[in-house]
Structure formats: structure tokens, C-alpha cells
């Protein structure tokens, strides 16, 4: 069955630059697609048009008859004074709407015997179980939990959120809305490793059509099972995750590759074939001309191969001095704290040159609190932190600022790194900043232009120990891999704070995992440390059974034997159960006799409430 058919889609925002070109595609039920490609190449314009926000200059967006899309990049205006729980339970409103019906005719039952209320009551009654009514609490609880939206902020204003803390929020609306189609834009920007890990096993496990763009590229190896790629308005598609669609694009360039090589080769062999058949023509034998031109017409379709281009790499690297020296990091009991919170606490650690540190944790843990003490822009409550004498230290920030952004880049590079222009120019070109591109102003640039300025300006630098607050974040596919290009030939100290597992694991030699106040220090790659966290989980979970299984059992005078409670409970709720069956089976034999009906209705919301206190009390006893 088909979710979401796409027929000729085209877009254009100026006249004659279409950003889509007439894309053609379809998308299956339960199908999970990642939408690949650029900033900037129409990606979000076209979940725009998906969600009905933006139409389309041409083509048509067909979505199958009651299926129901949701769109998270669109944050939705909510009432003034609205808590982020009210934003929470507003996905379950047709549920509460309901209730609060059900709620009415059993007031009104009460005095009215009418049969029509009976029917709808229990019509509602069956939706309302069905749509998971009775578990709209649990689940919104599972929900914020894994999304990492704690009971504080459920509590605050909806306004007052930050905007990363509105999408998480709205993502979270949006599953348990329990949307058929999920259009998913950037979803884990604003998460941690945790909370993303969270929505890719919901994701995995999710029944409905699921399209996501993300630059995540662990991600979208993880979650998706088809691949589109947006490049130059139009799309290609291929029928695997991101790292098959990497293999199998440089396939399909290197397969086009050499068929334009061999067609330019047989281009010039007839090429001169046709010359030689005019020249012999002109010498007595005009037959040779006709056979001269069947030949050129046949050039004609060669000439129309163009030849295939790849993404121009960035010859970027970071000019690296040599340690000398013993640490390049020394901390000693290392403690900060605000207000009553304790971010982190007794910190002993010590980097050496050459490795590679990620740290790790939370949103909220402190990492760029800890990266801030590092750079002597914070002090510590207590403890110290030294550099060695010899280091020589380049900081990217989260949050990129510049003293004088109405400069234009080249002023900015001519200013700080005291070069001349055509130096700036090569520099800036060498990071994708081209042509008139340089003479733009800093405050017109995106985040990421803005990381990748910063970048370019601390790369003329002789350093020795790097460090990198997100340097990932938003930033495109293409981009990420330009800064990776950069970092490969990079062998001093490198010290970062990254959300994307798929550079950690490509740079990592060591992890700093953040939590609870303290630092684990595991000397090993990424990979490595899952398996090691997922050994040590598994431990703990064994110690714990151990322990369960040594507890001395409760003397029988002393506690209730909860085993046998349990059981006298299960045969007390299996014999109501058996009442309810009854009841049922002669309802629909008494189905035309209302009276009758309405007392065996009685009954049965009697049984119920009767099985509900059973269910609570055998739910107790279990725990």
C-alpha cells in the first residue's frame, strides 16, 4: 500500500531557479526514508509542501485516504499561560474529548433509560479503550522520560522553553499523537546520545511511514531503510541506509565516470573518422560526405553526455606544532557547582599529547561548563586545572561569536589573523567560501557558516591541543566530512564534546563519560565503550537478582505470603472475568429488551469496578 505518492513536484523561489525540478516518487506503508542532500537543496521545502505549509509550482502530493502526517520542525502557537504538560496531554485531546462525553451519558444514564444512549456509551467506550484510553498517562510519562523532558520542565511555561527544549517537546506531542506518517527535520539536533538512542528504538519499532532528514549519519544507518538524495533539484534514490548509499553513489560516479571517458574516446575517433571522409569526399568522391554525416549525427548524442562531478573536497589542515612536554592537561580535585546544583565534583584527570578525548553525557551534565574551567573562562568552586607550558590551545565554541560581525568574512580574516588579502581569500576559498561570498557580513551568516569561519581562522594557528564544543552541530553532511578531512592529519592533543557517534567514533582514542557528578574515564573507542557499559549494566543486573535471591523470605506470622495472596487475587479476577463473558452472552441474547438490557448494563459497571480494584491490588502484589 502506498502512503504518499509524489508526481512532477516543483519549487522555485526566484524565477528560473527552481530548487525542485519535478520530483517523482512513491513511499510505502511502514516505509523508513532518509531524505539526503545539502543545505540548502530543497529538503525542508519539500516536507513544506508534504505538511501542506507551502504548495508546489507544479506536480501534485497525493497521501492516502485517512492516513494522518505529522511535521516536526513545525512548532505549533499554543494559548498564552499553557504548561508543557498542557502541550503534552493536547495530543491526547480527542481521548479526553471522549471521556468527558462518556462522563455526560453516564450522568445522564442515570434518569435516562434511552437505548440510543446505552448505544453510544458503549460505542465510546470501546474507541476510548482501543485508542489506549486507559494508559494515556503511563504513556506520556514513557514518552517524556525517554525524551528527556523531566518533571520541571513539564511543569513550566510552554513560552519559556528555549527553542531546542520546544522541539524536543513537540517531537514528543507528535509520537504520542500517534501520527500515521512522521516527517522528521533534523529530530536529533536537540537531543543527547541518550534520548536520540530513545527515538531511534521507538523508531525502530514504529508501525506508520517515517521521512527524516538528518545529518546524523550513525542515525540514519540505524532508522533507515531507503535513501533519497536531493542534488540539483532533482532526486536519486537508493534502496539502503547512509553508508550503502555512500558506497553506492561513488559506484554509480565511477561507473558514469568511465562511460564519459569512453564516449569522449569514441567521440574522437569519429571525430576524425569524419574528417578524413570529407577530406576524401572533396578529392572525387562526393558519396563519402552522406556516410560523413550519419557519423556526425551520431557524435551529436556523445556530445550530449556531460561529464559526472563530485563534491569538491576541501583542502583544508590544521597547522599542528609539536609537543614537548609531559601533560598537556593536569586537574586535581576539580569541583563546580551552581547554586545548589553540583554540575561536577573532585575531578582528577590527566590528558597527554597526541590523544583523543570525547566527552559525553547529558544535556544539562556540564560539559561546556567543564570545557569553559579548561579554557580559564570559568574558575572552579574548588581544585585546579593547569595547562603545560609548552601547550598551545585553539577553542571552538557551541556558540560561535565574532567582536565586529557588521565586517564582512574577508575584513574579519585581514583583522584577526593579520594576513594579506589574497591569503584571506585563499583561506576562505579553501573552506567553501567563494567569489562574493567573502564580502558578506559575519552576522549574515548561518551557525554553521559561522563554525566553519571560526575553523578556518584557528587553522592558521600553530596549536598543539585542540578543543571542540559541538563542532558538528548544524552543520550539513558535506561539511562534517570537510572538518573530519581536517582533523585526520591532525596528531596533537584533541579534546571535544560531540552528540554525533559517528565522529566520535572515527576520532576518539579515550571517552569522558559526565554524569552524576563524576567523570568515567575509559581509555578506548567508542564501540568499545558501549560494549563495556552494556557488560557493566548486565553485571549490575546480575548482582541485583543475586542479592533478590539471598534476601531472607518474610516469616509467615510476621508479613502475608504475597504468592498465595496473589494467586487467591488471579482466581478472584478470573471469575469476574467469566461473570463479564456471562453478562455479555446474555445481553446479546435479551439484544431486544431494553429494560433488561439496561440492568445487565448495571451490572456489568458493577463487575468492572469490582475487576479494576482487583487489577490495582494484583498489580501491588507483583511489585
Same mark, same amino acid.
Given at each position: 500500500?502506498? /502512503?504518499?505518492? %509524489?508526481?512532477?513536484?516543483?519549487?522555485?523561489?526566484?524565477? =528560473?531557479?527552481?530548487?525542485?525540478? @519535478?520530483? &517523482?516518487?512513491?513511499?510505502?506503508?511502514?516505509?523508513?526514508?532518509?531524505?539526503?542532500?545539502?543545505? @540548502?537543496?530543497?529538503? &525542508?521545502?519539500?516536507?513544506?509542501? *508534504?505538511?501542506?505549509?507551502?504548495?508546489?509550482?507544479?506536480?501534485?502530493?497525493?497521501?492516502?485516504?485517512?492516513?494522518?502526517?505529522?511535521?516536526?520542525?513545525?512548532?505549533?502557537?499554543?494559548?498564552?499561560?499553557?504548561?508543557? $504538560?498542557?502541550?503534552?496531554?493536547?495530543?491526547?485531546?480527542?481521548?479526553?474529548?471522549?471521556?468527558?462525553?462518556?462522563?455526560? *451519558?453516564?450522568?445522564?444514564?442515570? &434518569?435516562?433509560?434511552?437505548?440510543?444512549?446505552?448505544?453510544?456509551? /458503549?460505542?465510546?467506550?470501546?474507541?476510548?479503550?482501543?485508542?489506549?484510553?486507559?494508559?494515556? $498517562?503511563?504513556?506520556?510519562?514513557?514518552?517524556?522520560?525517554?525524551?528527556?523532558?523531566?518533571?520541571?520542565?513539564?511543569?513550566?511555561?510552554?513560552?519559556?522553553?528555549?527553542?531546542?527544549?520546544?522541539?524536543?517537546?513537540?517531537?514528543?506531542?507528535?509520537?504520542?499523537?500517534?501520527?500515521?506518517?512522521?516527517?522528521?527535520?533534523?529530530?536529533?539536533?536537540?537531543? /543527547?546520545?541518550?534520548?536520540?538512542?530513545?527515538?531511534?528504538?521507538?523508531?525502530?519499532?514504529?508501525?506508520?511511514?517515517?521521512? %527524516?532528514?538528518?545529518?546524523?549519519?550513525?542515525?540514519?544507518?540505524?532508522?533507515?531503510?531507503?535513501?533519497?538524495?536531493?542534488?540539483?533539484?532533482?532526486?536519486?534514490?537508493?534502496?539502503?541506509?547512509?553508508?550503502?548509499?555512500?558506497?553506492?553513489? !561513488?559506484?554509480?560516479?565511477?561507473?558514469?565516470?568511465?562511460?564519459?571517458?569512453?564516449? !569522449?574516446?569514441?567521440?574522437?575517433?569519429?571525430?576524425?573518422?569524419?574528417?578524413?571522409?570529407?577530406?576524401?569526399?572533396?578529392?572525387?568522391?562526393?558519396?563519402?560526405?552522406?556516410?560523413?554525416?550519419?557519423?556526425?549525427?551520431?557524435?551529436?548524442?556523445? $556530445?550530449?553526455?556531460?561529464?559526472?562531478?563530485?563534491?569538491?573536497?576541501?583542502?583544508?589542515?590544521?597547522?599542528?606544532?609539536?609537543?614537548? @612536554?609531559? /601533560?598537556?592537561?593536569?586537574?586535581?580535585?576539580?569541583?563546580?557547582?551552581?547554586? $545548589?546544583?553540583?554540575?561536577?565534583?573532585?575531578?582528577?584527570?590527566?590528558?597527554? =599529547?597526541?590523544?583523543?578525548?570525547?566527552?559525553?553525557?547529558?544535556?544539562?551534565?556540564?560539559?561546556?561548563?567543564?570545557?569553559?574551567?579548561?579554557?580559564?573562562?570559568?574558575?572552579?568552586?574548588?581544585?585546579?586545572?593547569?595547562?603545560?607550558?609548552?601547550?598551545?590551545?585553539?577553542?571552538?565554541?557551541?556558540?560561535?561569536?565574532?567582536?565586529?560581525?557588521?565586517?564582512?568574512?574577508?575584513?574579519?580574516?585581514?583583522?584577526?589573523?593579520?594576513?594579506?588579502?589574497?591569503?584571506?581569500?585563499?583561506?576562505?576559498?579553501a573552506y567553501g567560501f567563494c567569489g562574493e561570498d567573502v564580502l558578506k557580513p559575519v552576522s549574515a551568516l548561518s551557525g554553521g557558516e559561522l563554525s566553519r569561519l571560526r575553523l578556518c581562522m584557528l587553522m592558521r594557528r600553530e596549536i598543539n591541543f585542540l578543543i571542540l564544543d559541538e563542532p558538528t552541530n548544524h552543520l550539513d553532511i558535506a561539511s562534517r566530512e570537510w572538518i573530519e578531512d581536517a582533523l585526520s592529519d591532525y596528531t596533537q592533543a584533541l579534546l571535544f564534546v560531540s552528540h554525533d557517534?559517528?565522529?566520535?567514533?572515527?576520532?576518539?582514542?579515550?571517552?569522558?563519560?559526565?554524569?552524576?557528578?563524576?567523570?568515567?574515564?575509559?581509555?578506548?573507542?567508542?564501540?568499545?565503550?558501549?560494549?563495556?557499559?552494556?557488560?557493566?549494566?548486565?553485571? !549490575?543486573?546480575?548482582?541485583?537478582?543475586?542479592?533478590?535471591?539471598?534476601?531472607?523470605?518474610?516469616?509467615?506470622?510476621?508479613?502475608?505470603?504475597?504468592?498465595?495472596?496473589?494467586?487467591?487475587?488471579?482466581?478472584?479476577?478470573?471469575?469476574?472475568?467469566?461473570? *463479564?463473558?456471562?453478562?455479555?452472552?446474555?445481553?446479546?441474547?435479551?439484544?431486544?429488551?431494553?429494560?433488561?438490557?439496561?440492568?445487565?448494563?448495571?451490572?456489568?459497571?458493577?463487575?468492572?469496578?469490582?475487576?479494576?480494584?482487583?487489577?490495582?491490588?494484583?498489580?501491588?502484589?507483583?511489585?
Open positions: 500500500m502506498i /502512503d504518499l505518492s %509524489v508526481r512532477g513536484l516543483v519549487k522555485g523561489f526566484e524565477q =528560473g531557479n527552481d530548487i525542485l525540478k @519535478g520530483i &517523482t516518487f512513491d513511499v510505502n506503508a511502514g516505509e523508513r526514508v532518509g531524505i539526503l542532500g545539502r543545505n @540548502g537543496c530543497g529538503k &525542508t521545502t519539500f516536507f513544506r509542501i *508534504l505538511s501542506g505549509e507551502l504548495q508546489p509550482d507544479a506536480g501534485t502530493v497525493s497521501i492516502a485516504s485517512g492516513r494522518r502526517l505529522g511535521l516536526i520542525s513545525q512548532i505549533p502557537v499554543y494559548p498564552d499561560g499553557w504548561t508543557t $504538560e498542557d502541550v503534552l496531554r493536547e495530543a491526547h485531546r480527542r481521548l479526553y474529548d471522549m471521556e468527558a462525553r462518556m462522563n455526560e *451519558l453516564t450522568a445522564r444514564m442515570a &434518569t435516562d433509560d434511552s437505548p440510543a444512549l446505552l448505544s453510544e456509551y /458503549d460505542r465510546l467506550s470501546e474507541n476510548f479503550r482501543r485508542l489506549g484510553g486507559y494508559d494515556m $498517562e503511563h504513556e506520556r510519562n514513557r514518552v517524556a522520560n525517554g525524551l528527556d523532558i523531566p518533571a520541571a520542565m513539564r511543569a513550566q511555561p510552554f513560552d519559556s522553553l528555549s527553542g531546542g527544549e520546544k522541539t524536543r517537546v513537540n517531537l514528543a506531542r507528535l509520537i504520542l499523537e500517534d501520527t500515521d506518517i512522521l516527517l522528521l527535520d533534523e529530530p536529533t539536533n536537540h537531543l /543527547d546520545l541518550r534520548a536520540t538512542e530513545w527515538l531511534e528504538a521507538y523508531l525502530l519499532h514504529f508501525r506508520g511511514t517515517v521521512l %527524516v532528514i538528518s545529518h546524523d549519519r550513525y542515525f540514519l544507518d540505524r532508522v533507515v531503510q531507503r535513501s533519497i538524495d536531493f542534488t540539483s533539484g532533482q532526486a536519486e534514490f537508493y534502496s539502503g541506509n547512509y553508508s550503502f548509499y555512500v558506497v553506492e553513489r !561513488q559506484r554509480r560516479f565511477d561507473e558514469q565516470l568511465k562511460k564519459y571517458e569512453k564516449d !569522449q574516446a569514441k567521440l574522437q575517433q569519429l571525430t576524425e573518422a569524419a574528417a578524413k571522409l570529407h577530406l576524401w569526399a572533396f578529392m572525387g568522391n562526393d558519396k563519402l560526405h552522406k556516410r560523413a554525416f550519419s557519423i556526425e549525427k551520431r557524435m551529436e548524442k556523445l $556530445e550530449t553526455t556531460e561529464r559526472p562531478t563530485e563534491a569538491r573536497k576541501l583542502n583544508v589542515h590544521f597547522t599542528a606544532q609539536e609537543f614537548r @612536554g609531559d /601533560d598537556v592537561l593536569t586537574m586535581a580535585g576539580l569541583s563546580k557547582r551552581y547554586g $545548589e546544583r553540583t554540575l561536577f565534583h573532585d575531578l582528577d584527570l590527566t590528558v597527554t =599529547g597526541g590523544e583523543r578525548i570525547a566527552l559525553i553525557g547529558d544535556n544539562g551534565a556540564g560539559k561546556t561548563t567543564f570545557l569553559r574551567l579548561v579554557m580559564n573562562e570559568e574558575t572552579p568552586d574548588t581544585g585546579w586545572v593547569q595547562r603545560g607550558p609548552s601547550v598551545r590551545t585553539a577553542y571552538l565554541p557551541q556558540i560561535v561569536r565574532f567582536a565586529v560581525p557588521e565586517r564582512s568574512m574577508l575584513d574579519t580574516m585581514l583583522y584577526e589573523c593579520k594576513c594579506t588579502p589574497q591569503e584571506a581569500r585563499d583561506q576562505l576559498g557517534r559517528y565522529f566520535i567514533e572515527k576520532f576518539a582514542t579515550r571517552i569522558w563519560l559526565l554524569e552524576n557528578g563524576t567523570i568515567t574515564d575509559y581509555r578506548g573507542t567508542y564501540a568499545q565503550f558501549r560494549e563495556y557499559r552494556a557488560r557493566q549494566t548486565a553485571l !549490575q543486573q546480575t548482582a541485583k537478582a543475586v542479592e533478590r535471591k539471598k534476601e531472607p523470605k518474610p516469616k509467615p506470622k510476621r508479613a502475608p505470603n504475597t504468592t498465595r495472596q496473589r494467586e487467591r487475587t488471579e482466581r478472584e479476577i478470573e471469575k469476574l472475568e467469566g461473570q *463479564l463473558a456471562a453478562l455479555d452472552a446474555e445481553s446479546e441474547a435479551n439484544a431486544a429488551d431494553y429494560q433488561k438490557l439496561m440492568e445487565l448494563d448495571a451490572q456489568k459497571q458493577a463487575l468492572n469496578a469490582q475487576l479494576e480494584a482487583l487489577y490495582e491490588a494484583w498489580e501491588a502484589l507483583c511489585e
